[in-house]
């Protein structure tokens, strides 16, 4: 009874690592494509996260995969919707400022989420958090002075936009532990492709940019 609990927070430590490990990758990728815009990249990577993980919930749910889906009810809904808008948000802001900098913005995610569990779950806060939370705020408004001659404010100011999406997301998902919110995920997608696909000027690839 006692390893359990130290079992799982390690699974969550090393998804934890393996989700930052493929958002820094991501953003790089992002750099590599040649041709296609933001929107277009989106239609791509809305259509595979929906395809991907409805494809998980066949074989995890078996014939109960849209059963699942129907289950999710209200903070499901609100899940997908943060995670969706957050993937197209994170996507122009690689667009609109560098790598390095969209990262150091959703590092925030964590600050924003314990601040918004303490005041919608009334999770306590501790202190070094908030301690973290105030020096964040002068490094972040550093970057945005730093920004403003040059032109990329408008990235961060996305690149924040995501960091809060995602934190609701969080929250969203620990409110709602007493149901799989895992196909929330899958509903994201859609919510991304549904606005992507009405966005982007055409679906016409080059064999690089599928690729990636």
Not at 20 to 42: H, K, T, Y
Not at 66 to 91: D, N, P, S
Not at 115 to 121: F, V
Not at 177 to 204: E, F
Request: charged residues 10%; aromatic residues 6%.
């Amino acid at each position: 009874l006692m390893v359990e609990p130290r079992r799982q927070t390690g699974i969550g430590v090393a998804a934890g690592i393996g989700a930052g490990l493929c958002l820094g990758s991501g953003g790089i990728a992002l750099r590599l494509v040649e041709s296609a815009d933001g929107w277009q990249i989106l239609t791509v990577r809305g259509a595979a996260l929906a395809a991907t993980i409805f494809l998980w919930l066949g074989f995890h749910c078996r014939t109960r995969a849209l059963w699942a889906v129907v289950a999710l009810g209200a903070r499901g809904a609100t899940a997908a919707f943060a995670i969706g808008i957050t993937a197209i948000l994170y996507v122009f802001a690689i667009l609109n400022t560098t790598v390095a900098n969209t990262v150091v913005i959703l590092s925030l995610s964590p600050l924003i989420t314990a601040t918004l569990a303490w005041l919608m779950l009334g999770e306590k806060v501790a202190t070094t958090t908030l301690g973290s939370i105030a020096v964040a705020i002068l490094g972040v408004a550093n970057m945005f002075m730093d920004s403003l001659g040059g032109g990329g404010s408008l990235g961060l100011l996305i690149a924040l936009g995501a960091a809060i999406r995602f934190a609701i997301f969080v929250v969203t998902l620990r409110a709602g532990r007493d149901i799989d919110l895992v196909p929330a995920i899958d509903l994201s997608g859609l919510v991304t492709l549904s606005v992507a696909a009405v966005m982007a000027p055409d679906l016409d690839y080059s064999r690089n940019d599928l690729g990636i």
